[in-house]
């Protein structure tokens, strides 16, 4: 049993690894070349209907040419791209991101499974419970008692 959590760190540096990359691309004028692999179905993740539909499990998007209002969140970022000849503004969470490709320098982070479980933890802190009084308390209050 890994009690210090490796994956998860790693996870987490990563994570801001990619959280400075695109800091770094929304304050600029370069091109860059980034091709980011999510999963569509977690927490947060803001897409169309359609595209959930044609990409029910994951998604490939391409950060080159044609991005548009590139924001950068402490915990996810933002971005205007192009479906079929429509603009469609997009969200995605951090952690709903497997995998990450510079193509202009040629490095890839690559998230371990780890990635899936942080994100079902991330939903029990958001989930709430009602109890039987009708008050809410988060399910995590539940594992403490």
């Not at 998860?8 to 695109?22: D, E, G, R, T, W």
């Not at 803001?46 to 044609?66: A, E, F, G, N, W």
């Amino acid at each position: 049993m890994d009690k210090i959590g490796y994956k998860k760190l790693l996870n987490s540096a990563k994570f801001q690894v990619i959280k400075k990359a695109l800091d770094v691309i929304s304050g600029n004028s370069f091109t860059p070349n980034l091709e980011i692999l999510f999963f569509t179905y977690f927490n947060d993740v803001v897409i169309s209907d359609y595209l959930r539909k044609s990409y029910p499990t994951q998604m490939l998007i391409i950060l080159q040419h044609q991005f548009y209002g590139l924001e950068v969140f402490e915990d996810k970022f933002s971005v205007s791209l192009s479906f079929h000849g429509k603009q469609e503004q997009i969200t995605v969470p951090f952690f709903a991101i497997s995998e990450f490709h510079d193509k202009i320098s040629g490095d890839v982070l690559i998230f371990d499974k780890i990635n899936v479980d942080f994100d079902k933890e991330y939903k029990s802190e958001k989930c709430t419970e009602n109890s039987s009084n009708g008050s809410i308390i988060s399910i995590d209050q539940l594992h403490d008692r």
